[in-house]
């Protein structure tokens, strides 16, 4: 069943994300969050961002840009990313990642599906490390 393009899937809680304090802590086990894996641009559903990138490392997905506020990064360890979907779609939403704490975010990046193998294979090789 098709959904529409601005939506998160129905499993999915959307959460609106603040900009100066995440909601919840960012912890990185890891002293660093890795070799860049993967790098590309990327539209947030709820905020409008100059010069958005998105950015996989070993450890950790980093959101980044600007906003009329200033600087904007998020960083998200990759074991905190509970289930990843994608459809596809070219202006709106195709992308959406919902995380241990049942927050949700959904993005728009070109190749979404590769995005989510990426994700995914980093987290199956962090889980043999």
């Known amino acids: 069943m098709a959904q529409p393009a601005t939506s998160l899937p129905k499993s999915f809680k959307s959460v609106a994300f603040s900009h100066t304090s995440p909601s919840s802590p960012v912890i990185m086990p890891h002293s660093s969050p890795g070799r860049l894996v993967q790098q590309g641009r990327f539209r947030h559903l709820n905020r409008s961002l100059f010069g958005a990138r998105i950015l996989l490392h070993q450890h950790a997905l980093i959101l980044k840009g600007w ?43 070109k190749g979404a599906g590769l995005w989510k193998y990426e994700i995914e294979e980093q987290q199956r090789k962090a889980l043999r490390d």
């Open 67 to 109: 906003s009329w506020r200033g600087a904007y990064k998020r960083t998200f360890p990759l074991e905190t990313i509970a289930d990843i979907e994608w459809w596809e779609g070219k202006n709106d939403c195709n992308f959406a990642l919902k995380f241990n704490d049942g927050e949700s975010m959904g993005l728009w990046v």
